[in-house]
């Protein structure tokens, strides 16, 4: 244990005992020394999250002045359609970006575009950027995965987020042929290193868009299409706070900082909820615990909250979906209902 861990579990003793630095709460010294230790519990608690963010390379966030065209209207179109008219939009927004000398911006949306073959559900080239992009026949598929990420993935850092979604895929495919994964970046992520990834602020408005679009995949899926939600760091506080509806097999959290609820049950999904960890992922050292509107309260790989274990061998916070690796083995498993699939 830390000695940051150990200042905050001794300070929740203090205050789950009720008396404080041994004074009644009742009293009002009590009270005020009750305040001090909810104060200082908070400045840890933040201190952490922050010490344990700045512990890993941040990639720039993207500006908020790039110039893009509105985005397309295709959120009840076919996915055929919804394809062509956001990657025509992603073009525009690329071409838009380099007269505007965003070079930088511009070369990564045109790497977006995979040589014209990409298929986006929905594109949004403004500010930080939104994308839906879907890898496999989303019609034909019975197993559809969604990818929810977590801080700092925008427009800017695409691409390691998408080189997860193809490695996903790949391996699915490998097993199940009629298989397609979505990646979701549909809200605005918090930074790593910011006052919004400390509280449920970003997940809650996400969650508002969430469960919406897995009600369209639901529409344009197969009858017998069975759906998986696979949600990263900050993205699993999305997840659960996100009611999935009843195609929603599985609901999957890793690297997760918490969730805001004390269990799985309480999460509003009728899904086996899962969890995992990897041993060299650094979110394991944040405090998980929960004052006020900060924190995320109980850690979901946790016995406590109830959530199904899987096994994610020694990966770091941003590795779970590489190649080869062990988590992205025991995702797959749950993903195609593998009987074995595999336990912590």
């Given at each position: 244990?830390?000695r940051?861990?150990?200042?905050t579990e001794?300070?929740?003793?203090?205050?789950?005992?009720?008396?404080?630095?041994g004074r009644p709460?009742?009293r009002?010294?009590?009270r005020?020394?009750?305040a001090?230790?909810?104060?200082?519990l908070r400045?840890?608690?933040?201190?952490?999250?922050?010490?344990?963010?700045?512990a890993?390379?941040?990639?720039?966030?993207?500006?908020?002045?790039?110039?893009?065209?509105?985005?397309?209207?295709?959120?009840?179109?076919?996915?055929r359609?919804?394809?062509?008219?956001?990657?025509?939009?992603?073009?525009?927004?690329a071409?838009?970006?380099?007269?505007?000398?965003?070079?930088?911006?511009?070369d990564?949306?045109?790497?977006?575009?995979?040589?014209?073959?990409a298929?986006?559900?929905?594109?949004?080239?403004?500010?930080?950027?939104?994308?839906?992009?879907?890898?496999g026949?989303?019609e034909?598929?019975?197993?559809?995965?969604?990818?929810v990420p977590?801080s700092?993935?925008?427009?800017d850092?695409y691409?390691?987020?998408?080189?997860?979604a193809?490695?996903?895929?790949q391996?699915?495919?490998?097993?199940?042929?009629?298989s397609?994964?979505v990646?979701?970046l549909?809200?605005?992520?918090?930074?790593?290193?910011?006052a919004t990834?400390?509280?449920?602020?970003?997940?809650?408005?996400?969650?508002?868009?969430?469960?919406?679009?897995?009600r369209?995949?639901?529409?344009?899926s197969v009858?017998?299409?069975?759906?998986?939600?696979?949600?990263?760091?900050?993205?699993?506080v999305?997840?659960a706070r996100t009611?999935?509806g009843?195609?929603?097999?599985d609901?999957?959290?890793?690297?997760?900082?918490?969730?805001g609820?004390?269990s799985a049950s309480?999460?509003?999904?009728?899904?086996r909820?899962?969890?995992?960890r990897g041993?060299d992922?650094?979110?394991g050292?944040?405090?998980?615990v929960?004052?006020?509107?900060?924190g995320?309260?109980?850690?979901?790989v946790?016995?406590?909250?109830?959530?199904?274990?899987?096994?994610a061998?020694?990966?770091?916070?941003s590795?779970?979906l590489?190649?080869?690796?062990?988590?992205?083995?025991?995702?797959a498993?749950?993903?195609?209902?593998?009987?074995e699939?595999p336990?912590?």
């Amino acid at each position: 244990m830390t000695r940051l861990e150990g200042r905050t579990e001794g300070h929740l003793a203090e205050l789950r005992d009720g008396h404080p630095e041994g004074r009644p709460e009742g009293r009002p010294e009590g009270r005020r020394t009750a305040a001090r230790l909810r104060g200082r519990l908070r400045r840890t608690l933040l201190a952490g999250l922050v010490a344990a963010a700045v512990a890993v390379p941040v990639s720039a966030a993207a500006s908020s002045d790039v110039p893009a065209p509105i985005p397309a209207a295709t959120e009840r179109a076919a996915p055929r359609e919804a394809y062509a008219a956001n990657l025509a939009n992603l073009a525009e927004a690329a071409r838009t970006a380099r007269d505007a000398g965003r070079t930088g911006r511009a070369d990564r949306l045109q790497a977006m575009a995979a040589e014209g073959t990409a298929q986006f559900l929905a594109f949004d080239g403004r500010a930080r950027g939104r994308a839906v992009e879907v890898f496999g026949d989303l019609e034909t598929a019975d197993r559809i995965t969604v990818l929810v990420p977590g801080s700092d993935t925008t427009l800017d850092t695409y691409q390691r987020f998408r080189a997860g979604a193809v490695a996903l895929h790949q391996r699915l495919k490998a097993e199940h042929d009629r298989s397609a994964v979505v990646a979701w970046l549909g809200y605005d992520t918090p930074g790593t290193v910011s006052a919004t990834v400390l509280t449920a602020g970003r997940a809650e408005e996400a969650a508002a868009g969430l469960a919406p679009f897995l009600r369209r995949l639901e529409e344009l899926s197969v009858p017998e299409a069975r759906l998986s939600l696979l949600c990263h760091s900050y993205g699993s506080v999305v997840c659960a706070r996100t009611a999935t509806g009843p195609k929603v097999g599985d609901l999957v959290l890793y690297g997760s900082p918490g969730t805001g609820a004390a269990s799985a049950s309480e999460l509003p999904t009728a899904a086996r909820v899962w969890a995992g960890r990897g041993a060299d992922d650094w979110i394991g050292g944040v405090p998980h615990v929960r004052v006020g509107a900060v924190g995320f309260g109980t850690d979901p790989v946790s016995p406590a909250f109830g959530a199904r274990a899987f096994a994610a061998g020694r990966v770091a916070h941003s590795d779970y979906l590489k190649p080869g690796t062990e988590s992205l083995d025991s995702l797959a498993r749950i993903v195609l209902g593998t009987p074995e699939a595999p336990r912590a």
